[in-house]
């Protein structure tokens, strides 16, 4: 047999960690279609008993002006449910009751949860369940969903109440003055649509829309029915239906409350109480809050960035299964199918790598928000924000994104979902993106480490204080032009009692996120990482280059085979199959061992001793052969380097970047640097690679990339001044972009957070490149200059008032 | 008097919500009904928002809203 379950609730009742407790771990999470809200669903048996568990979103009451209502109000409407649990606080009892009262009137079947019973006991407060039960005339249980109990009676109560189908005698609610109007409507609703008609009748006259707008489809004048009922029971008892309505439920929750709650420590301090003295005090809630960010920061970005060199061996694994597995190299051509899957293979690694940090971060955040401390970090920082458009919750997405230096804005992006005002949310999901993430920090380096390298420290000040200034004026700018329109919402919060979070439910959290990651952002980054690859390979060489490296080629064989000649294994060594062999089998040897495995020599050995012998060279010939293998290595190398750097100069993205040049030299940006930040759109970890590719000179074998750059690339530090303001405003790359639009819902959205960022970035780096080389200044001078000026923009944007409230009312 | 006015520590009465639309909404729904009894906790550190307790729970408000909540001492 099989059985619907909806899980309703209000926010901060504990409903996920009841749902955790009887659903398990087996989970199915999708996102409601066009929405954001997440949907979770449960499988699980009892007895012989199929339950779908369906866990709605939290709220408050089941009126219709936020997202989450009407998608919770959706799901009973049209999927029916046989049966609604409804998680209550209760030591927070008589609000929770509210909606209590609204999910009875629905009609179904109801068992109510009185949830964190320990912490109810812990605050004084004892609860008549028997009397509830009584009043409300439906199962109540007792439960702890942190303490584990409860589960059996939940359980066995769903058995019965799905066994017995007892239908429960229509609960209702005397609305006294408004029962007329009731009446007039609810016979008006002849359709039956599986759902208490009185119901419906009461949601229609309290103004649902989703409602109204189910029922005018079958219903001719319903509105003007409603209409004219509401200007009626106004105009005789002077009041308005909705707060008419809202009062009555108070009122019968606070006889129920008051019949079966017995308060013994009433006046006393809660815990919560005593933490927010010290959390929220005027004088200490900054530093707290400055040493949560700091930790946050260490655990996850530094421990965590740690952590992947531990799993780093891992992925050079799969990177050395994949190029085992793919045709081998042949001396100094490498079959295109190989150079792809080693492109594909490196691509999926540079975002995997990042995954220990996406755990931690986002196991800490779990924690976080557990606790109750997110809602106080948006009390505490609002005023700040608002003056720029941004919402106290902000904070959180902004950190994350790499408010400091190193974040990653894909889990910033994410975790914006919580932020109840539109305006504020999509203006956060727009500049999250402008923090510093992760892979941008090398980029930083090198270019400091090559042209900066005394003013270090001062500009990694710059950089990494410059993005929140940055941020705070594009989001004043935008949210008072293109966002004017959106919806903002109240600032009305609720500061959850301080909880202690479970290991289970921390660890479910972190896992589902960290595995959307894995599906959304992989598909998306494995197709670009497909586009570019064909951009930088074709039209590739042409014949007569081609037929100088093919020369070049022959040169170091010729003279490996002239340095061997006088060794006993000279015949050996004859054909080019037999050289290709080697020198894979010598790289492939390298490479093992330089990921660290140490069962590398075992394995080699086993696959080809006489070659085996030869890497690890004990005798003089063999000794002799290694020697001229090395040399065939690193000549074989260069060979490939420079054709890479040709191919890349001749691709289509070499192309474009020619092709931007002239606009982009008045940034002080030649097509070198172009393809460099196209590249770093796929992941910003390119940037590095892409350039340290176009500059190694090939030269000195161990010259670092630092000097190379310096040395080759024809650049003052006014360049790169311009080129680390261009990458300071740089837009999202592709993995933040698929979550950009995700979280905003809107592909022009997501359009615009990839040029905006992108002209801007253009129009700064070449208004700094052009007035420096006017003025005759340097590249640190100009950076500063830089600096102050958008601090002064931030400020002065920040002392203008704010104009918007866009709700009506106040006292006359 | 408007809620926004309102000193830390003491407890007062709603009398009336001249908010509209979805403040008000929001409002009914965490239980700012004419008669509930409201205490304020404290200011934040910025002076803005507020804290408030009602119906024995915690809740924020800028004090922009705050002013529409008509209150008078309890």
Known sequence: MKTKIALAGQPNCGKSTIFNMLSGIKQHIANYPGVTVDKKSGFFSYKDLDIEMVDLPGTYSFSSYSLEERVAKQFILEESPDLIINIVDASNLKRNLYLTFQLLEIGKPLIVILNMADVAERRGIKVDVNQISQMLNCPVILASGFKKTGKNEILEEIYRISNTKDEYSEFRINYEELEPSIRIIKEKITKDYNINKRWLAIKALEGDNFIIEQLSKDIENIKDDLKHELEHFEAIFNKNIQSFLAAMRYDSAEVVFSKSVKETKKDELTLTDKMDKVILNRWLSFPILFLVIVTIYQLAIVYGYQLTNYTWPYLAAIKNFASSILPAVDIAHVPMITDFGIWIVNSLNALLNYLPIFFILFALIAILEDVGYMPRMAFILDRVFRKYGLHGQSTLPLVLGGAFVGGCAVPGVMSTKGIADDRARMATIFTVPLMNCLAKVPFYTLLLGAFFPNQMSIMMFFISTITIFTALIISKVITSTILKTRETAPFVMELPTYNLPTFKGVLIRAVERVWQYIKKVCTIVLAVAVVLFVMLQFPGLNKEEQAKFDKQEQTILKKFDKDISKTAYHDKFQNRENVAELLNFYSDYRAKKMAGSSTADEEFMKKNEFLYSIVRAKTKDEKTINRALRNLDRGRNRILREQKSIRIENSLLGMIGRSLEPISKFAGFDWKINVAFLSSFAARESAVATLGSIYESGKAENQRAEEAMRENSGYTPLHAAAIIIFMLLTPPCIATMVVVKLQANSYRFMILSLFLPFGLAMLMATIVFSLGTIFNISGFSAMSIYYAVVVLIAIVLGLIPEKRINWKGGLK | ?74
Do not use: Q, W
């Open chain 2, 1 to 74: 008097m408007g809620l926004n006015s309102c000193k830390s520590g003491k407890r007062y009465i709603i009398k009336n919500i001249n908010a509209k639309g979805k403040l008000f909404y929001k409002l009914l729904d965490m239980g700012f009904i004419d008669g509930a009894m409201v205490e304020v906790v404290r200011e934040a550190p910025l002076y803005d928002p507020m804290e408030l307790k009602i119906h024995n729970y915690l809740i924020t408000l800028r004090k922009s809203e705050a002013t529409l909540i008509e209150v008078e001492e309890a």
